[in-house]
């Protein structure tokens, strides 16, 4: 990827550095040896006795296999799909890993369905893995933020089960990276990001408020060749069981609370947690949408450094999603990075750090405390966000001085 901007790049000034390289490879090596423990205690990849353990991948290859069967539209149908899910792991389980995407990522399904299931995954995570830390460490500007991408909590999280935190993180990233310098490739992440289409609800009017308009084009054209292309490779049948089976999910998920209410990590998830009605959760998701939409769309018509302004843009589209687990908080890295790209260079503000580390904990605790922790690291986050903000415009673009404390 390419950098940010040459005249931005970090340099070696803050006296914190040497302790966030040392943390952040400290907690990236303690992920791994976390990962190779489970998979010795049966409790990661195989159990006990050497069956296949289900995940949230199960459900990616199981839809493409039906797409290199003949039946793409069967993904969607949930009796359909669990039968394939079954069939990988040789046994029944309790659960289904649902296929919720619209059909354009059914390409990546049948080409990894290309594969033996755990080769796979291991490919999967092997090119997502990859493009997210790649997008960390252009945005830091320097090697340190290979280790930071890599200790970031959830990266364990993503991991562990196979899911696709780490490409929606690298698209959000590589839109935010490119789009002063190369507008083109920015809007085709984000035409690409449609897989995951709850994560761009604010992009397309905060783009406009920017006056990104090749970006949007870009973007517009990319959506709409990879629609193309699935109409033309797997038939409108697809599109149409995709919206019909839309509802019937929305419904189990967020109303019966099917996959777990405690899991969700969203507004709109955390209200149903609490208690509360659909509507009422609804209602709440929709003024932190409205919100954030008005908080990010002033912001990117000020006079702050463009660096907050993409912070500001990436942690107000994690929390705009209704839809959002932990293994989607590898996003939560993208603005993170920007807050340190800052930090590195000029210095932290008092207990900035303290805020990440905060954030970071909360993401780590997840299994620990049944309660939405991601939430609150993304709140945590916009806080961090919120303060730099106002502190460059408070100086009409002068840069913070260094600070003792951290």
Known sequence: ???????????????????????????????????????????????????????DFIGVWAAGRLVLDGHPAAAYDWDLHRQVETAVVGRDFSGYYGWHYPPTFLFAAAALATLPYLAAWAAWLAITLPAYVAAVRTIVGERIGIVLALGFPGVLWNVSVGQNGFLTAALIGGTLIWLERRPLLAGVCLGLLTYKPQFGLLFPVVLLIGGHWRVLIAASVTAAALVAASLLAFGAESWQAFFHWMPVTSHAVFEEGRANLMKMQSLLGAVRWLGGSIAAAWTAQALLIAGALLAVGWLWRQRVRPEIKAAALATAALLATPYLYIYDFPVLAIPLAFLIRIGLREGFMPFELAGVAMACALILAFPLIAAPTGLAAAAVVAALVARRAAFEYGLRGAAPQKTARA
Request: avoid cysteine.
């Open 1 to 55: 990827m390419a950098a940010l901007d040459p005249a931005l790049d970090a340099s070696p000034r803050d006296p914190h550095r040497h302790a966030l390289e040392l943390i952040g490879f400290a907690l990236a090596l303690a992920y791994a040896l976390f990962l190779i423990g489970s998979a010795f205690a049966g409790a990661w990849v195989f159990d006990e006795s050497g069956r296949v353990i289900d995940n």
